[in-house]
């Protein structure tokens, strides 16, 4: 595995970079510095809010390129680089195909906001880890900000109590199981890789020249993008089969040991 020649490295959030507890490790902001160092460019990408993200990169935010909501959105130093919006009707058709499930919270995500119901306290107070920002509305199709992602989530499993309801809008939207809980659904544009695809020609970066890590299905289409794509040793079946090499466990410094392989 030759890694001279790698100018830019792709982290996912949860389940990859950040541990079980949600915590990005000491180390990795040391590896940062000497990344920068090597003029190693280095990007966010995540199913996340993009508040939520800077949060946890704080005192990086500003020397980063950012990939939010699964790819809808792409931001460097605060400025909107991309959005990839949900049409309004194709919001509405979501919306009535989700909300009359049992256990099923869905969040409007918008580019500085979210939108959801008020009817889940132990919801409310689950998404705080993952919403910096959020309102509670009582109709979410009144809301008329640009939807950049509907994320769908359901407290014990959404692969099986989720996906088989919206598997029917694959096609016309981009359905991701994003996590153990989350469903994610967008404009088919809308992924990591689309995103990740316009940042690569941006920089002018080939596939042998950026490493890319991931954990689960929606980190799928950016992995392939990379000769050098690592899957967790937590990471979904699906990814395990994609990433072309595996690492450790987001708890124990997968991303970080590679990294150090690299520097």
Known sequence: MDLSQI?????????????????????????????????????AASGRQYHSMVDKLDSIKNEILVIAENGALIKKQGKTLLTT???KT???RILDTVRPLPN??????????????????????????YYSEFHIVDDQKEV?????????????NSEKHIYPNVKHLEGDLKVKVSGANWVDVSDMDAHKGYALKKVMDQYNVAS????VFGDYNNDLEMLELSDYSFA????????????????????????????????
């Open 7 to 43: 100018k830019m490295v792709v982290t996912d959030m949860d389940g990859t970079l950040l541990n079980s507890k949600h915590e990005v490790s000491p180390r990795f902001f040391e590896i940062f510095e000497e990344l920068k160092k090597k003029n190693i460019a280095f990007v």
């Open 85 to 87: 919006p949900i049409g």
């Open 90 to 92: 194709e919001v509405d």
């Open 104 to 129: 099923v919270h869905p969040v409007l995500c918008c580019q500085n906001n979210a939108f959801v119901g008020g009817d889940s306290n132990e919801f409310l107070e689950m998404l705080q880890e």
């Open 144 to 156: 008329d900000e640009e939807v950049l992602k509907i994320a769908i989530y359901h407290f014990e």
């Open 208 to 211: 042998n020249e950026i490493m």
């Open 232 to 263: 967790m040793a937590n990471a979904h079946p699906n990814v395990l089969k994609t990433a072309k090499y595996t690492t450790s466990s987001n708890d124990d410094f997968g991303v970080e040991r590679i990294l150090e392989k690299l520097l």
